[in-house]
């Protein structure tokens, strides 16, 4: 089992590198190209390729760590694992933002981004960028360079530990909230929208594309997340 991850998991991380960074390259150069229809939408879809890119960069590192041990140090270990973080929660969000435009202009109406308040997606950007790096405090305190002693080798992972008798408190505090709010609070948003937007109705041919939009929006974050998240709950 170890033999296989350390040759699986880097051939994963490898080609999770690659694809990566082509979509995000082919985002770019389609928002590129729309430069001069680009809608206040698309600058979310900038962050979110943005927060992407962070957590690329850091799949090396990781890559490294499954063939051997971590060798980079207590900095980097912290660096690292927090930028998984942020844009676990920084996707997340950004999705969520999405939908609740779409919902709103939907249902209500109401366009949350207009071109009269241009100010509101940069607002919105900046506080979900600020809210993930708060959710990833825990990260910056808790992940350490140690040796596990089973496995005698180096390894970047949350300490406890140190805590002593209330290590366990504060683990399950961090993956709890790690559920509620990276997963069952953004599932339970993007559903609402989804919902909505159905029993509304969609006549005329913008409001199907802003229904089209959220259906892809709740089926890619359903594939992407739903198999990590049932793993760690389990584990929790």
Same mark, same amino acid.
């Given at each position: ?5 350390? =040759?699986?998991?880097? $051939? ?5 590198? =690659? ?11 389609? /928002?590129?190209?729309? @430069? ?9 879809? &900038? +962050? ?12 090396? /590192? ?17 660096? *690292? ?18 939908? /609740?435009? #779409? ?8 366009? $949350?981004?207009? #071109? #009269? ?8 950007? /900046?506080?979900? !960028? ?16 140690? #040796?596990? *002693? ?7 992972? +949350?300490?406890?530990?140190? &805590?002593?008798?209330? !290590?366990?408190? !504060? @683990? ?6 790690? +559920?509620? =709010? ?15 937007? &159905? ?9 199907? @594309? ?7 929006? =709740? ?5 992407? !997340? ?5 793993? &760690?709950?389990?584990?929790?």
């Amino acid at each position: 089992g170890v033999h296989f991850g350390t =040759v699986f998991l880097p $051939m994963l991380y490898s080609l999770k590198l =690659v694809l990566g960074l082509v979509g995000n390259v082919l985002v770019l150069v389609v /928002l590129v190209q729309r @430069r001069r229809s680009w809608s206040l939408t698309d600058t979310i879809i &900038l +962050h979110l390729g943005m927060a992407d890119t962070l957590l690329l960069v850091t799949l090396p /590192l990781w890559a490294v760590q499954a063939t051997g041990e971590w060798s980079f140090g207590n900095p980097l270990c912290k660096i *690292t694992g927090a930028m998984f973080t942020i844009n676990f929660y920084c996707s997340i969000f950004l999705l969520a933002c999405i939908s /609740l435009d #779409r919902y709103l202009s939907v249902v209500h109406a109401v366009q $949350m981004y207009s #071109r #009269r308040k241009p100010w509101m997606v940069q607002a919105s950007c /900046l506080s979900v !960028w600020l809210l993930s790096l708060l959710l990833s405090i825990p990260d910056w305190h808790f992940l350490e360079s140690v #040796r596990d *002693t089973r496995r005698d080798k180096v390894e970047c992972v +949350h300490n406890y530990s140190s &805590l002593s008798q209330s !290590w366990f408190d !504060w @683990r399950l505090a961090s993956r709890l909230l790690y +559920h509620t =709010v990276g997963f069952l609070l953004p599932s339970a948003v993007l559903l609402f929208c989804y919902s909505c937007c &159905l029993q509304c109705g969609s006549q005329g041919l913008q409001k199907q @594309r802003a229904v089209r939009v959220i259906l892809v929006l =709740v089926l890619v974050f359903f594939l992407c !997340w739903t198999p990590y998240n049932i793993t &760690l709950m389990v584990d929790t």
